[in-house]
Structures are given as structure tokens and as C-alpha cells.
């Protein structure tokens, strides 16, 4: 394959990691970003399966191990705040909820693009407003005027992904989870400790605090409705919103909501999958959230990305035709993507009950899951399920065609 100029949006995981891997091809890489500058901060992500080997082969996991957020697990609290259940770091063998490479969206981007912008440039605040595939080229037309060509586009975006619709319209097929998640960042107090400290409330409510390694703790607060148009709301509607949904939620939701109207890093949306028939057309391909989200449920999402970034960028060396290679791609990933989206549509309410007996119950479970006649099979409900890829050894050879170099 001859030295290829490629487009790529999205600048938060999937994006900079797809542009590593394509620069050491020596592929001429832009990657666009609409948001005008980087974006620091988010929520808590790990990293594991075939993620955690992606992050090795990129020489990349000392760094991360050294940006954690030292997370040590999960303490399930009541309204007093005594712990009713507890899951290490270490349960399951350290694939449990959590596990050690626990690092925040932010820094994890900040690592990536940092790992490659000596090869890749990066554009921010623009985006693409229209595009044409004339078989030979893709036609850029960007919303600050100017038109570029590029022999490949690949959409790293999210799971509304702007980009998508213009080029696959109405053939993503979404999979809600009647679920709203909420997040942002609270002052620290000591209280928060080293590990993540869940409470539910009946009704299907549930306010997390997890400790970060930059001084602060994200608050995590979510409540089961189908999707309803808030996360379009403007972001003063989305904080009465939870103030009004967390009111009477008692522990130290009253601590969180007094920061959640100064906090300028708000994020609230509904939870849910993407579906798409297809992962390419023509010269455009999908990879990460904007094809197959499986939500923050699954505990894959970041893993996915950098698999499918991965995978999309050595399968695009390998072949000499982009058709070849995007339909490469889609066979060596179909089955980790679905193995990560088989999430039972009951889910949210096993995570967070709607009864004070259900919390009960679910507390009673989850103490019994780390007992050592029951590890095992608790091991396999609570640990997502991450074998169904054995990602390739791309070739090193520096012969364009061949691979990595």
C-alpha cells in the first residue's frame, strides 16, 4: 500500500491510538477534534483484555500504570456509610470491576496524543460538515471553509457521532438501557479514601464517588428512565434536573450536589449500544464508540477502542486494497464486539435496585461473591467477558505494505 493521507475524527481514546498505529506505517495522519482544545478530565476507565495488550505493544503501560488512579476497589455503603460489601482490586484475580490499570478519560487521551503527535497533527475546534467519496479520494468539506482530500476518513467519534449520520444516515440501530448516567468533579474531602464508594437508593438511583490521582474525586450519579432528551438539554436544565432526582438521597448527596453548581465538566447521557450493519462504505470507515458502542455497563468500551484501532490500522497495512482491509478488520473484531455488547437488558436494575429490600439483597450477594466456594462463579457474572479476540502480531518489516515499523 502506497504512503496513504488519512482523516481521522475524534480526539479522545480511539482516535490518537488509530493515529499512532497508521503514523508508524508512515501514513500522512490528521485527526480532528471539534471541541477547541483538548479535553481534559472524565470519568474513571480501565483498561484490560485485549486492550491492556494493545497498550504493551504501544509501549505505553508504564505510563499509565504510573498516571492511576490507585483506585483499590469497591466499598458498597449504606446511608450511614458503613460498608455493606466490599470487592478489591485483586478479587477475581484482578479482573473484577476494577482492576489495577484504572485511569481517567483525560489522561489516558493526554498519554495517547502525546504518544504520537510527533507524527500525527492534530486540528482542533472544526470539525466536517460535509463529505464525498468520489471512489478515488474522499472529499472533505470542514465547518471552518476549507476543503481538503484525503484517500481515507475514519470516524472515531462517539456514540451520536455526527459523522456517521452523514455518511451511513439511518443505519445505526441504537440499544438503550433505560439508564442516565451523570459525571463531574467534586472538591475532595478525606472521607473519599483510595477506593470507590457505591450507594444505591431505591428507585433505581445510585451516587458514586471515586478517588482520581490529581487531588479531586468524580462523582458518578445515575437513575433508570428510558431515553427522555436530557442529555440535549441545556447543561442549567440537566443540574435541576439531578438536584430534583437526588433530593431526598441522603449519605453525602447533598455534599455532591452543592459542587454540581459550580461544576463546569458536567456529562449526562442516556446509556445505550450502536449497532451498525456495517462498519464501512467505500473509502469511510467506523471504529470504536461511533461503530459498536456497548456502553459504560459493559466495562469494555475502552478496550474496544484501542482493540479496534489496533486491529483497523495493522489490517490497512497488511492489505493492499482498503476494501480488503476494512472487511479484515470487521471479521477479526465482529465476535469481541458482540461478546462485549451481551449485556442483559436487566442490568441496571440488578446494579441498583429499586427497593430498600433489593438493596438489601443485592448487598447480601455481593458479600458472599469474593466467599472462596463461590469466586469462581460470581467471578464469571461480575468480570466482563474479554476472550473472544486473539489479536495479530503485525509484522515490523519497514517495506510499506507490511505492517508496523
Not at 488509530?18 to 480532528?32: E, F
Not at 460538515?129 to 478515488?136: I, Q
Not at 436544565?237 to 453525602?252: H, I, P, R, S, V
Amino acid at each position: 500500500m502506497r504512503a496513504q493521507k488519512v482523516l481521522i475524527t475524534g480526539a479522545s481514546i480511539t482516535g490518537p491510538a488509530l493515529a499512532y498505529w497508521l503514523s508508524r506505517q508512515g501514513m500522512d495522519v490528521t485527526v480532528v477534534e471539534r471541541a477547541p482544545e483538548f479535553r481534559d478530565g472524565g470519568q474513571t476507565i480501565d483498561v484490560r483484555g485485549a486492550g491492556s495488550v494493545v497498550v504493551q505493544r504501544m509501549g505505553l503501560e508504564d505510563l499509565i500504570r504510573a498516571n492511576t488512579t490507585q483506585e483499590q476497589g469497591i466499598a458498597f455503603v449504606d446511608q450511614r456509610n458503613h460498608i455493606r460489601a466490599f470487592i478489591g482490586v485483586n478479587a477475581f484475580d484482578g479482573d473484577g470491576p476494577i482492576v489495577e490499570l484504572e485511569i481517567l478519560r483525560g489522561e489516558l487521551a493526554k498519554l495517547l496524543i502525546q504518544h504520537s503527535q510527533d507524527r500525527v497533527t492534530y486540528r482542533f475546534g472544526d470539525s466536517i460538515e460535509a463529505l464525498e467519496d468520489d471512489g478515488a479520494q474522499v472529499h472533505v468539506y470542514f465547518e471552518r471553509g476549507t476543503e481538503q482530500v484525503y484517500d481515507l476518513v475514519i470516524v472515531a467519534e462517539g456514540i451520536g457521532s455526527a459523522t456517521r449520520h452523514l455518511v451511513f444516515g439511518d443505519e445505526v440501530q441504537r440499544r438503550p438501557l433505560d439508564l442516565y448516567t451523570a459525571y463531574f468533579t467534586v472538591p475532595r474531602q478525606p472521607s473519599d479514601g483510595d477506593v470507590m464508594r457505591w450507594y444505591n437508593i431505591p428507585g433505581g438511583r445510585c451516587v458514586c464517588l471515586r478517588p482520581d490521582n490529581l487531588g479531586t474525586t468524580r462523582a458518578f450519579l445515575s437513575f433508570q428512565q428510558a431515553p427522555s432528551g436530557y442529555e440535549k438539554l441545556p447543561q442549567a436544565e440537566q443540574k435541576n434536573l439531578l438536584k430534583q432526582l437526588f433530593a431526598d438521597a441522603g449519605w453525602e448527596t447533598p455534599r455532591v450536589l452543592a459542587a454540581l453548581e459550580e461544576a463546569t465538566d458536567l456529562y449526562l447521557d442516556a446509556v445505550g449500544q450502536v449497532k451498525m450493519p456495517r462498519w464501512s462504505k467505500g473509502r469511510i470507515a467506523l471504529v470504536g464508540d461511533a461503530a459498536y458502542c456497548a456502553s459504560p455497563i459493559s466495562g469494555m468500551g475502552t478496550s474496544l477502542g484501542l482493540s479496534g484501532a489496533y486491529v483497523l490500522a495493522g489490517e490497512l497495512g497488511r492489505h493492499a486494497d482498503h476494501h480488503q482491509a476494512f472487511a479484515a478488520y470487521e471479521k477479526l473484531m465482529r465476535p469481541y464486539v458482540a461478546q462485549a455488547q451481551s449485556v442483559p437488558t436487566f442490568a441496571p436494575r440488578l446494579a441498583s435496585p429499586h427497593s430498600r429490600w433489593g438493596i438489601a439483597l443485592g448487598h447480601a450477594v455481593l458479600r458472599m461473591a469474593t466467599a472462596p466456594g463461590l469466586k469462581t462463579v460470581f467471578g464469571k457474572i461480575l468480570s466482563p467477558k474479554a476472550d473472544a479476540i486473539d489479536l495479530p502480531s503485525y509484522s515490523s518489516q519497514t517495506q510499506p505494505g507490511s505492517g508496523y515499523v
